[in-house]
């Protein structure tokens, strides 16, 4: 049973679409986060929601807006894509907000906009 | 603000050789510390944590001791394998606030040749 997963794994996309990825985990817990990887593999959080509420937004443009119907689902909309959105997009979880806790990643949604 | 730094890649070794990866840290308050593991393709899972000073990591080999008197966490692994060929991340979670957040190196390629 896949405890993260994404969809899709793969978007190619023009500038100035919409798109969505969707992110869900079965594993029960209460915090959910998206990060984003760029072309050098640094990794950098974007959001965090702990039981639906949004805990952390981290200077991501306002292009980028996650929703979480639900504790196990948080997805991630972004409007008028430019190229520099282009990346890979993980989704994780944990337990808690705790800062001692694993989280667990999901395989991660490749972003090509050209 | 709290960084993580890793030493450069990629490190390439011969399989069965020694393996040292550092990583240091800039942190207030007492942040819990990982190392994570992405293999080609796949999203991150967690190698090792520590959650206060002087605590030791270990798993599948690998091992790192949390050092606050050298704010440090070095991965080490007494004799890599060709499928230990990754990227790995040393990241820190911040012991205030408790909102999970995750803060990244930059990520260090280890390349295991037979």
């Known amino acids: 049973d896949t405890a993260v997963s994404q969809t899709p794994k793969y978007l190619v996309t023009q500038m100035g679409n919409d798109k969505s990825i969707k992110c869900e985990q079965n594993l029960g817990h209460d915090t959910m986060y998206w990060y984003k990887q760029d072309s050098k593999k640094f990794l950098k959080i974007m959001f965090s929601?702990?039981?639906?509420?949004?805990?952390i937004n981290e200077t991501v443009p306002n292009r980028f807006s996650p929703k979480s119907p639900d504790k196990a689902h948080l997805n991630l909309h972004i409007n008028s894509l430019e190229l520099g959105d282009s990346a890979v997009y993980f989704c994780?979880?944990?337990?808690?907000?705790?800062?001692?806790?694993?989280?667990?990643f999901g395989p991660g949604t490749r972003l090509t906009v050209t | 603000g709290n960084s993580v730094t890793q030493m450069e890649g990629p490190v390439t070794l011969s399989e069965e050789a020694f393996l040292t990866i550092n990583c240091t840290y800039t942190?207030?308050?007492?942040?819990?510390l990982f190392w994570y593991v992405q293999y080609p393709g796949e999203g991150l899972q967690l190698l090792l944590k520590a959650t206060k000073a002087d605590d030791k990591g270990s798993n599948k080999g690998f091992e790192a001791t949390y050092r606050k008197e050298t704010t440090s966490f070095h991965l080490e692994k007494g004799s890599v394998q060709v499928s230990d060929s990754a990227v790995y991340f040393c990241a820190l979670s911040e012991g205030s606030g408790n909102t999970g957040k995750l803060i990244f190196g930059q990520g260090t390629t280890l390349q295991v040749k037979p």
């Open positions: 942190a207030t308050g007492y942040p819990s």
């Open positions: 929601y702990n039981n639906k509420e949004l805990i």
């Open positions: 994780a979880s944990s337990l808690r907000t705790s800062g001692g806790d694993e989280q667990y």
